[in-house]
């Protein structure tokens, strides 16, 4: 199985994308290349066994939905609002377009990680990156293992 090469997602797609919204710092950008791989090693646009996550990042529409209405709807979030407006296409939904725009799937990612409390891990860390994209992106009801997909984002780190 291939994907898309990891360091064309991460440079041609993730790094843009968050320096769009001001929020490139390496460790993000590992944390959301990382997180694509671990999602669905980026090969995959829609959930197996038609579950409801949308995309490389495998976003589901609720928590789309809950980002724009709990968070990106506020005053103190116009500038990512702003930004992230001007990466959708006027054709389609914005939670479709987790699937057809990756620059746009690849912001909702890093907004989804902006809301948590918790300070990013260091971007050299996989093993810590894998640790936080399992407590606070995939949810302890998720499938994924934070040992096993470590070397998934060391390779997002070494891209």
């Not at 360091?7 to 990382?34: C, D, F, H, M, W």
């Not at 506020?74 to 377009?97: E, I, W, Y």
């Not at 989804?112 to 302890?140: G, I, T, W």
Request: glycine letters at 6%; hydrophobic letters at 45%.
């Amino acid at each position: 199985m291939s994907g898309i090469d990891v360091r064309q997602l991460k440079y041609l797609v993730v790094a843009p994308s968050l320096a769009a919204l001001g929020l490139n710092e390496p460790a993000a950008i590992n944390l959301v290349t990382g997180t694509a791989l671990a999602e669905t090693r980026a090969v995959y646009l829609r959930q197996l066994n038609d579950g409801p996550a949308l995309g490389l990042w495998q976003m589901e529409p609720s928590t789309h939905d809950d980002c724009w209405a709990n968070f990106l709807n506020f005053p103190a979030q116009k500038r990512f609002l702003t930004v992230l407006r001007g990466m959708l296409s006027p054709d389609l939904p914005k939670a479709a377009q987790l699937v057809t725009n990756l620059r746009y799937a690849a912001a909702m990612t890093r907004i989804r990680f902006y809301r948590v409390a918790e300070n990013l891990p260091l971007a050299d860390n996989a093993a810590a990156q894998s640790a936080y994209h399992k407590k606070y992106y995939n949810s302890c009801l998720g499938s994924a293992n934070a040992d096993a997909n470590t070397g998934l984002f060391q390779q997002a780190i070494d891209a």
